[in-house]
């Protein structure tokens, strides 16, 4: 029997609107729906709403509002910022890992194929955490590359100790892009001790709207517009801005970081939880990824279960149990290929992963039923009793 409860372990793919948000973005679909680029009143009233927007997200980065390309998400960013490091500004080798978005590895490797780009891979351990010391090999034979590396992966959680991949950067004249799109909102930020070129972010991970993003981008590169056809974001991106959106970004974000003390402390708390209730409850399942606070992102916990026969169907056995969880990244969902994340990482073939996420409103109650569907759906054996 299905289960008539949902309980939603899957924040890493995508959160609930926070109705603030979802407020914020109504008044501007009632009132203010004229189009930027007009001259006319509403015109000008759209686009003011823009710029403050904007100059509310740079400041709280602590970046100029010049600094801020609104995009449709961190897909959309993450690409702008390799292909214009190449297109653009002539850079022909790019440093990333094994276990990065697709956005960012797929479009390397496109870029390698198509433009002849030198790609090269950094090491990672078996936690997913960059080998620094092969970083700073492959930065010293290849100065003047683009650094591509993710604050915090979506699948494992394990945070990018990003002090020392900016001081390696900065000592081989190497441009530093960060996929942020995990933490931002989730940690304060402030670009100038970050030490990155060029920050990601998509609204939907913080409790604001899909399909709106920004890339921050260091107002001494000279990017040119990935999408032609019109002057928008200061000639970096044509098209008709998304006001809507923009609006709910910046508003997800002020929430985000009015609160981020306690949510922090929330959502840590949470994992912990579930990680003590795991070890309690199923002694077979072990953790993927660095799990610890300083060492891992706290709305993330992969679990590596125990080898059985319904491995394969466990993530649609989870959500008829009122479960809603991911395997691996989101973005694979319904593909027959594993994980490259896992891969990347020697997990067992053998063994399932399982992604639970957590966000601001998730409670130990959720935790318990999720915890009592693993019970119900792994072999006796591996249950505690």
């Given amino acids: 029997m299905i289960s008539t409860k949902r309980v939603y372990l899957d924040n890493a793919a995508t959160t609930p609107m926070d109705d603030l948000v979802i407020e914020a973005m109504t008044n501007v679909m009632k009132n203010t729906y004229g189009n930027p680029s007009a001259t006319h009143s509403l015109g000008r009233s759209s686009k003011a709403v823009i710029e403050t927007s904007r100059k ?76 620094l010391v092969h970083l700073r090999e492959l930065a010293e034979q290849n100065p003047g590359a683009i650094i591509s590396l993710m604050h915090a992966n979506n699948e494992l ?97 002020e929430i ?16 912990n ?6 070890e309690k409850n199923l002694p077979s399942v072990s953790f993927n990824g660095d799990t610890s606070y300083e060492g891992g992102l706290y709305t993330v916990l992969n679990c590596s279960l125990p080898p059985q026969e319904n491995n394969a169907l ?17 973005c694979n969902s319904g593909a027959t290929k594993g994980s490259h994340v896992l891969e990347a990482i020697n997990h067992p073939q053998d063994r399932q992963a399982i992604r639970f996420s957590f966000g601001r409103y998730t409670t130990t109650d959720d935790i318990d039923f999720a915890i009592n569907a693993l019970r119900k759906l792994l072999k006796p054996e591996t249950v505690q009793v």
């Fill in 314 to 330: 466990l993530l649609f056995q989870m959500d008829i149990e009122g479960v809603c969880c991911s395997g691996g990244s989101a």
């Fill in 56 to 131: 509310s997200i740079a400041k709280a980065i602590n970046a100029e509002s010049r600094e801020i390309i609104f995009t449709s998400g961190g897909t959309e960013a993450d690409n702008m910022a390799i292909r214009c490091a190449v297109k653009d500004l002539g850079l022909r080798n790019i440093i990333t890992s094994p276990v990065e978005h697709k956005a960012v590895l797929e479009t390397s490797k496109e870029l390698a194929q198509e433009d002849g780009v030198e790609l090269h891979l950094v090491n990672v351990d078996g936690q997913g955490r960059v080998d």
């Fill in 273 to 278: 939880y579930m990680m003590s209730e795991i």
């Fill in 157 to 253: 959680g394990t945070l990018l100790d990003y002090k020392t991949v900016s001081e390696i950067a900065r000592a081989n004249n190497c441009l530093f892009h960060s996929d942020t799109v995990q933490t931002m909102g989730h940690y304060a930020f402030d670009v100038q001790e970050f030490g990155a070129d060029m920050l990601t972010c998509s609204a939907h991970k913080l409790n604001g709207p899909k399909g709106i993003g920004f890339l921050y981008v260091n107002k001494a590169l000279n990017f040119k517009p990935m999408i032609t056809g019109g002057g928008q974001e200061s000639n970096h991106r044509a098209g008709t801005e998304n006001v809507v959106g923009i609006v709910g970004l910046a508003k997800a974000l």
């Fill in 256 to 271: 985000a970081f009015n609160n981020l003390e306690e949510e922090q402390n929330h959502i840590s708390g949470i994992k």
